[in-house]
């Protein structure tokens, strides 16, 4: 009886892993087969380095939206990355136990806030403050909604999913580690932040891959908050709108070329996490090695 359990439950997990393999497989026919056609029709230097998109006229020039993308994530980067991993480091290492029982519930009640939730915060609160204090104190900050307010957005986004993978990979680097280094007469942050988050990097690394999917991914919280510019970004508190945002407003009401070229733009977005993911693998072999 038992070894009819373990064969049912291994085909169940096979199973399993087969549908997940064939989902990826069917997105990825459905993007290049409706996708890359486009692409052909328009021209792939134009559509990659076109600078306007006016579906009226037939033009689809979408590097806009890639470099409002890469600014949106690079600052949403800039801004949550050291807060998250300083932050895992602190509730690995340093946080007393009585505070920890309050941070752990609230970092994870962070990651299961919906998108929306996020985005009409940044719209009620961000959008007002950099609009007052940026715009009418300092001169600079325009309407509010802009690049900089959907970085912060995304920066405070991403913050969860860094600070739970850092911790646990911290957690998971033997204590031996940390007992040698005082051993040797470190001092307990030495020990720490010189031997113990060095042995985590792979894992902490990890998470700040996941946590810039996330944040190039991301659409109702941008669309939001970041001014939604169909032109080049002009500057860090002018509008911009990123390739997610380009899809899900204007997918709605597109036909033929038109709805081609937002799928070919989902194709640009879907080879962007491609790189990540390969970028990952690549610093990780590296690490592993090394």
């Known amino acids: 009886m038992k070894d009819i359990k373990e064969t049912v439950m291994k085909y169940v997990f096979l199973l399993c892993a087969c549908a997940s393999i064939l989902a990826v497989v069917l997105i990825c026919l459905f993007l290049f087969a409706n996708g890359v056609p486009a692409i052909g029709k328009i021209g792939i230097f134009?559509?990659?380095l076109g600078e306007k998109w006016k579906p009226g006229n037939d033009i689809y020039g979408i590097l806009p939206f890639i470099l409002g993308s890469i600014y949106v994530t690079a600052g949403a980067i800039v801004i949550g990355v050291p807060v998250g991993i300083l932050t895992a480091i602190f509730m690995a290492r340093f946080c007393p136990p009585k505070l920890y029982r309050f941070m752990k519930p609230a970092v994870d009640l962070l990651a299961g806030i919906p998108s929306v939730v996020y985005g009409f915060f940044g719209l009620v609160v961000l959008v007002p403050f950099v609009r007052d204090f940026f715009g009418r104190t300092l001169g600079f900050g325009g309407s509010g909604a802009s690049m900089f307010t959907a970085s912060v957005m995304l920066g405070i986004m991403?913050?969860?999913t860094i600070i739970s993978v850092g911790e646990s990979s911290i957690r998971a680097v033997p204590n031996s580690y940390y007992e040698g280094a005082l051993a040797l007469g470190a001092t307990h942050e030495r020990s720490v932040f010189f031997t113990v988050v060095p042995a985590a990097k792979s894992g902490i690394m990890?998470?700040?891959?996941?946590g810039v999917g996330r944040a190039i991914g991301?659409?109702?919280a941008v669309i939001m908050i970041a001014g939604n510019q169909p032109r080049m970004p002009k500057g860090l508190f002018k509008g911009v709108r990123t390739l997610t945002s380009n899809i899900v407003i204007e997918m709605?009401?597109?036909t033929d070329l038109h709805r081609d070229a937002l799928i070919a733009t989902a194709v640009v977005l879907f080879v962007f996490i491609l790189l990540i993911n390969l970028l990952f693998s690549l610093?990780?072999?590296?690490?592993?090695?090394?």
């Open 46 to 48: 134009d559509f990659l």
């Open 283 to 290: 610093v990780k072999r590296r690490g592993t090695n090394g």
């Open 206 to 210: 990890a998470g700040i891959i996941l």
């Open 252 to 254: 709605g009401y597109a």
């Open 158 to 160: 991403i913050l969860p």
């Open 218 to 220: 991301e659409t109702m």
